[in-house]
Structure formats: structure tokens, C-alpha cells
């Protein structure tokens, strides 16, 4: 059975950073796409980065720049360091795992910053 799990969520002022981590479990994900999505209250659920299994990397316009995405293939795990944070990154972040043709999420890390 597949579980994915988020850590590294809190609360930081605007201009702070924060690392999310997310670990996947019950199989070897090496050739999985995996991301880290987010919910703002009251918004829908956005991409805001992804990383391929080759390493291929997008970011939603948002936060290039400000945030970075990696993983660890060995671990089964996927990073993403956020610097510069502002307001609006305000959100519960979830991390999702695509494989073989489903979509495995977390169940969220809430991030607050304030101003």
C-alpha cells in the first residue's frame, strides 16, 4: 500500500524560509513524477512544483526563483525549500506522488506566514 507523508510545516515571517519534506512508502518510486501542490483558504488546490524522475524540475510563476524542489531517489523522498516567504504562500501544502497512472497525495502540511 502506497502512503505518502509531508513534515517541515510551520509557522515564519515574511522574508524566512521553510523545507518541506515528503516521504513515499510501499514501493520503489525512482521512475515517479512527484510534486508539491498547495490550498489557500477560500482558493483551489495549485501546482507549485514538480520534479520528474529524471530530475526535470517546473515551478508555478509564483515562486521561481524563491523556492526549490529536489529528491531523493534512494530515500523515496522529495524536498522543497522555500525561501523569501511571503504572505500569500499562506497554504496547506500537500505532496502528491504519481504512479502508475493514479495519484497518491499526502494529507498536508499548513505553512503560515505572517507579515
Known amino acids: 500500500q502506497v502512503h505518502v507523508v509531508e513534515s517541515g510545516g510551520g509557522s515564519v515571517q515574511a522574508g524566512g524560509s521553510l523545507r518541506l519534506s515528503c516521504a513515499a512508502s510501499?514501493?520503489?518510486?525512482?521512475?515517479?513524477?512527484m510534486g508539491w501542490y498547495r490550498q489557500a483558504p477560500g482558493k483551489q488546490r495549485e501546482l507549485v512544483a514538480r520534479i520528474t524522475s529524471g530530475g526535470g524540475t517546473n515551478y508555478a510563476d509564483s515562486v521561481k526563483g524563491r523556492f526549490t524542489i529536489s529528491r531523493d531517489n534512494g530515500k523515496n523522498t522529495v524536498s522543497l525549500q522555500m525561501k523569501s516567504l511571503k504572505p500569500e504562500d499562506t497554504a496547506v501544502y500537500y505532496c502528491?506522488?504519481?504512479?502508475?497512472?493514479?495519484?497518491?497525495w499526502g494529507k498536508g502540511t499548513l505553512v503560515t506566514v505572517s507579515s
Open positions: 502528491k506522488l504519481e504512479y502508475w497512472g493514479m495519484d497518491y
Open positions: 510501499g514501493s520503489d518510486f525512482a521512475g515517479t513524477a
